[in-house]
């Protein structure tokens, strides 16, 4: 009796099956985990180095009634990255309110791009638009840096804090904080960025990149005379509290006083 190679392979598969036995094939080889890094406006030099197959989400201000939107501008045809959906969010629930646009991207090939976008209306040609705002992209490939991706706004960079947390479903999770100003005397057009990196997850090590907008007040529940820095999402509403103390930053719960939950990550002065 003949069999031809087919039936011989079911057969294998089926006896390996059969016995509980995993054999691996080249479909489930093992990937890099992607990351996405959602950024808003970072002043006019900020530069983002991502490794192939991240996501990059770019977040800003737009009323669509207006008939403006944002969009590459000029002869932009990104080779590196690669626009993949544009969508629209309204801030408040009423005919023309302002609100904003995601611009979403992956990372396609290892180059580097600088990427424009022009916030105008698409109808008129060959007028100026109302606002400009431009990215420096960096790609590498996939099996680059675990650093990766990094984002670097605009000013100097005034110090770094991280530290690491439990985790429900993963090994810890590891948070690292970078403060951006002008100049160290000088806090104004301050950023953040906030990396947040999931250990041991079932997708392997997955990290999510957040930015914003920090600034200093004083006082919380508990301590008036503490110094407390703000953080502003700059692609929501959102707002996080660490308080200073000696060279932490301990994470401020909704009561105004250092949280005491082991979810919660605080955070340790770099070198």
Not at 17 to 45: D, H, K, N, R
Not at 142 to 152: E, F, I, K, Y
Request: hydrophobic content about 30%; glycine content about 8%; aromatic content about 8%.
């Amino acid at each position: 009796m003949r069999h031809d190679a087919r039936f011989w392979f079911r057969l294998c598969l089926t006896m390996v099956m059969a016995s509980g036995v995993y054999m691996p094939i080249a479909a489930q080889a093992q990937t890099t985990p992607s990351t996405t890094v959602e950024i808003g406006e970072l002043g006019p030099q900020v530069r983002v180095s991502l490794k192939v197959g991240d996501t990059l989400r770019i977040v800003l201000p737009s009323t669509p009634s207006t008939g403006y939107s944002w969009r590459p501008g000029g002869n932009d045809t990104p080779a590196a990255i690669q626009l993949k959906t544009s969508t629209f969010k309204s801030g408040q629930q009423r005919p023309g309110a302002a609100g904003s646009q995601t611009i979403t991207l992956t990372a396609n090939s290892p180059g580097e791009d600088h990427l424009v976008l022009s916030y105008a209306r698409p109808w008129e040609k060959g007028t100026k638009p109302a606002r400009t705002y431009s990215v420096n992209i960096v790609v590498s490939s996939a099996g680059a840096s675990p650093d990766l991706p990094v984002v670097t706004p605009a000013g100097t960079l005034l110090g770094t804090y991280s530290g690491k947390s439990r985790c429900a479903d993963c090994s810890g999770i590891l948070t690292t904080l970078a403060f951006y100003a002008t100049a160290p005397q000088q806090m104004t057009d301050t950023y953040y960025v906030r990396t947040t990196k999931y250990l041991g997850s079932p997708k392997g090590d997955t990290a999510f990149v957040s930015a914003g907008n920090w600034s200093l007040k004083t006082g919380t529940a508990v301590d008036p005379k503490a110094v407390v820095y703000s953080l502003h999402s700059n692609t929501s509403d959102h707002v996080d509290d660490y308080q200073l103390k000696d060279d932490s930053l301990l994470v401020i719960g909704s009561d105004g006083k250092p949280a005491q939950n082991p979810y919660n990550t605080n955070l340790q002065k770099q070198p």
